[in-house]
Nanobody
Framework: QVQLVESGGGLVQAGGSLRLSCAAS????????MGWFRQAPGKEREFVAA???????GYADSVRGRFTISKDNAKNTVYLQMLSLKPEDTAVYYC?????????????????WGQGTQVTVSP
């Protein structure tokens, strides 16, 4: 089992920035892929960014060039740096972990999920 705890969400004006963190605990010794997803009110959960065990990264088209995913293996923590935020980025952001080394964009590749952190971007 892996437990994930997100932090760093909040309220920010359009054009601002936030950095989300996801701390993993439990059975972190295995090889995991990590991802960030988000869900806006009335919408389905969608892929935002992912990082493979080998540190390859992938992004949704809507955030590429503005968001950066990174990880610190020593701290068992994954980050999502978000720049140039837009009101349409408003959502609950979820951290996810899945066994395996490859980068994956589908939610089904992730078995473990955090509780989510709210990001609200005002116009």
């Amino acid at each position: 089992q892996v437990q994930l705890v997100e932090s760093g969400g909040g309220l920010v004006q359009a054009g601002g920035s936030l950095r989300l963190s996801c701390a993993a605990s439990g059975r972190t010794g295995s090889t995991y892929r990590m991802g960030w997803f988000r869900q806006a009110p009335g919408k389905e959960r969608e892929f935002v960014a992912a990082v493979s065990w080998g540190a390859d990264t992938g992004y949704a088209d809507s955030v590429r060039g503005r968001f950066t995913i990174s990880k610190d293996n020593a701290k068992n923590t994954v980050y999502l740096q978000m720049l140039s935020l837009k009101p349409e980025d408003t959502a609950v952001y979820y951290c996810a972990a899945g066994l395996g080394i490859s980068l994956q964009r589908g939610a089904g590749a992730y078995a473990y999920w955090g509780q989510g952190t709210q990001v609200t971007v005002s116009p």
